[in-house]
């Protein structure tokens, strides 16, 4: 059973930056996709970045593109993902998951994901 859990959210003003974190059990980081989701009341649960087993392969949706970057130590088995320019409409809650059936592809169909944390909240005052 894969474990996540996701740090590092918080209320920041807009056109601040904040860094999530995501702490993973085993060794899962090193063989598998992982990305990054929002929630919103009113949009779902919507793909942010992702990045696969080897950090070849990178994916972001455009609204975070140029402003957010993901990333991963391996030796802490942590994922992060890097939030600058911050806007009202990145408010959310975050979460980090994992994909262990096609490591080789930066997923960013959330019903391919296997395992997720359970969430750290974002707000950004306008």
């Known amino acids: 059973q894969v474990q996540l859990v996701e740090s590092g959210g918080g209320l920041v003003q807009a056109g601040g930056s904040l860094r999530l974190s995501c702490k993973a059990s085993l060794r899962t980081l090193r063989t598998y996709t992982t990305g990054w989701f929002r929630h919103t009341p009113g949009k779902g649960r919507q793909f942010v970045a992702a990045?696969?087993?080897?950090?070849?392969?990178?994916k972001y949706s455009d609204s975070v593109k140029d402003r957010f970057a993901i990333s991963r130590d391996l030796a802490q088995n942590t994922m992060y993902l890097q939030m600058n320019s911050l806007e009202s409409e990145d408010t959310a809650v975050y979460y980090c998951?994992?994909?262990?059936?096609?490591?080789?592809?930066?997923?960013?169909?959330?019903?391919?994901?296997?395992?997720w944390g359970r969430g750290t909240q974002v707000t950004v005052s306008s």
């Open positions: 990045i696969n087993w080897n950090g070849s392969s990178t």
């Open positions: 998951a994992v994909e262990i059936h096609r490591p080789w592809v930066a997923e960013e169909a959330v019903e391919n994901y296997d395992y």
